[in-house]
């Protein structure tokens, strides 16, 4: 059983999850910090799945790009309990998770999350053959650069994530190749 955690972002979320299904999940975005409700979600997580602890054989944390901040509670917290459980760590690219978690073939994938002061963590993927592929490593880009760089694309460009929400004016008025992934 994997252990999940992301505090990359505003939202919190951890989750349980075996090779095959998603066990158990819980994501907030409220204005306590991860700091505070991190712990707590871990402990309900693991009533709601009813898994014991002993039942966790591997960690899965975020590893960034994303707020410094959540990224070290998560990864303090991951840490913490890798060792007191006598499991591995696995860090897992925050812009990569969000890719995966569109399977748009025949597009690129375009995940922005907020990296402050109109830039964005950015990177560009394509699924090939049912693997993500990366196109465009992470990388810190002024939004509308990366906008700019995309609109001429000869496949459809899907944009998705914090940043994408923030910067939604700027990318419906970019237009074709480019769209917004539903919320």
Partial sequence: MLLAIETATLASGVALA????LV?????????THSERLMPHIEQLLELGQVAKEDI?????SIGPGSFTG????????KALAYVWNVPVIGVSTLAALAYACPA??????????AQKGNVYQAVYRWEKGI???????RVIAHQEAINELASQPLPVIMLGEGAVLFQEAIVAAADPIELAPP
């Fill in 18 to 21: 075996t090779a095959d299904k």
């Fill in 24 to 32: 158990a999940e819980i994501i907030v975005q409220t204005k306590k």
């Fill in 57 to 61: 054989t591997a960690i899965a944390v």
């Fill in 71 to 78: 990224l070290r509670i998560g990864l303090a917290t991951a």
């Fill in 105 to 114: 073939p025949n597009s690129l994938i375009c995940p922005l999350l907020d």
């Fill in 132 to 138: 993500l592929q990366e196109v465009i490593p992470p």
